[in-house]
T-cell receptor
Framework: DQQVKQNSPSLSVQEGRISILNCDYT??????FLWYKKYPAEGPTFLIS?????DKNEDGRFTVFLNKSAKHLSLHIVPSQPGDSAVYFC???????????FGQGTTLQVKP | SAVISQKPSRDICQRGTSLTIQCQVD?????MFWYRQQPGQSLTLIAT?????????ESGFVIDKFPISRPNLTFSTLTVSNMSPEDSSIYLC??????????FGSGTRLTVV
């Protein structure tokens, strides 16, 4: 029972263009969502988060959109840079427990 | 954000043996967690490391296989016991230190042969 799903295993975009990574969830108790970036041989690095009371959060080149009715969130990276090439994980949390449920990850490749 | 150090960064172990992974945080934190990432898979929570009491394990994980210690607010260990090749994974320590944000250590890549 996968509560958090990232249905695209991989995404390839050209440098300077927009990258859109998608995430769907099933548990309506999730009230906080996070995106992490992971390079090989490193731990996940926090990117951006959003509370369920918001529908958008922006931090520099990164914007996360939340559509609660559709149980869907997306991460937009504009403009994409080759250094953004990594695996991106969506994670969700139900209540302030500290526990995270992760999606399967999407491998982003940004081509120069 | 918290600085989290994990040791060892990687190891190759014989089946049937045990490995203890250490996690050190540069500040006192209330919540510490251990995750596993099996090859090609997502991250899965193993347990919450509770200071001064037994760890709280998620479904599918048991104390006999993954004993955890948390002697203080900056340190925890995870032991992978009686290892088999199926235990080959990346093991990650994490802490919640800024509101609801969680930081991760660099992970321990374990290969069981």
């Amino acid at each position: 029972d996968q509560q958090v799903k990232q249905n695209s295993p991989s995404l390839s975009v050209q440098e300077g263009r927009i990258s859109i990574l998608n995430c769907d969830y099933t548990n309506s108790m999730f009230d906080y969502f996070l995106w992490y970036k992971k390079y090989p041989a490193e731990g996940p690095t926090f990117l951006i988060s959003i509370s369920s009371i918001k529908d958008k959060n922006e931090d520099g080149r990164f914007t996360v959109f939340l559509n609660k009715s559709a149980k869907h969130l997306s991460l937009h990276i504009v403009p994409s840079q080759p250094g953004d090439s990594a695996v991106y994980f969506c994670a969700a949390q139900a209540g302030n427990t500290g526990k995270l449920i992760f999606g399967q990850g999407t491998t982003l490749q940004v081509k120069p | 954000s918290a600085v989290i150090s994990q040791k060892p960064s990687r190891d190759i172990c014989q089946r049937g043996t045990s490995l203890t992974i250490q996690c050190q945080v540069d500040s006192q934190v209330t919540m510490m967690f251990w995750y596993r990432q099996q090859p090609g898979q997502s991250l899965t929570l193993i347990a919450t490391a509770n200071q001064g009491s037994e760890a709280t394990y998620e479904s599918g994980f048991v104390i006999d296989k993954f004993p955890i210690s948390r002697p203080n607010l900056t340190f925890s260990t995870l032991t992978v016991s009686n290892m088999s090749p199926e235990d080959s994974s990346i093991y990650l320590c994490s802490v919640e230190d800024r509101g609801r944000l969680t930081d991760f250590g660099s992970g321990t890549r374990l290969t069981v042969v």
